[in-house]
């Protein structure tokens, strides 16, 4: 399970330091894809392949399917982190989200998401402002007995 945040910062040949926290969890075998709301997204290699065959069970005859797929698969990366534990961004994949220097990684339960700090920030603190009328707005939270 990954919890928490992480400020680290893209080198000059756009590497980043995956936090040891989550090394673990992630062994020597990951995948980096596309996220959203603006980030990358860090899966196991379980967690990506049993994406892969949920989403390669949609119908290829609906247009969504095949853009989703396309998207999530077009530029995923399979990561091999180096001995310091970092892994290669690639370019595109940076632009994409607009990662600059600094970066904050997000362990979000079964994902790890990679923002760009100012996106982050603006994020953050836009939702969390917002965070018991999200909460209400929910048909149920976790914990919640069925009444």
Request: charged share 30%.
């Amino acid at each position: 399970m990954f919890l928490g945040q992480f400020h680290v910062n893209l080198d000059s040949k756009g590497r980043l330091v995956v936090p040891a926290k989550f090394r673990d969890e992630l062994q020597d075998n990951f995948y980096l894809a596309h996220g959203f709301d603006g980030n990358l997204a860090i899966y196991t290699a379980a967690k990506f392949e049993a994406m892969l065959m949920q989403v390669s069970q949609m119908p290829i005859t609906k247009k969504k399917s095949r853009d989703y797929f396309r998207v999530l698969t077009a530029r995923s990366v399979q990561c091999v982190p180096d001995k310091a534990g970092r892994i290669n961004i690639p370019d595109e994949l940076a632009k994409e989200v607009g990662l600059k220097k600094e970066c904050v990684v997000v362990g979000v339960f079964d994902r790890i998401e990679i923002w760009d700090k100012d996106n982050w920030d603006n994020y953050y603190n836009d939702t969390a402002a917002n965070f018991e009328a999200i909460a209400e707005s929910l048909d149920r939270l976790p914990g919640e007995e069925d009444e």
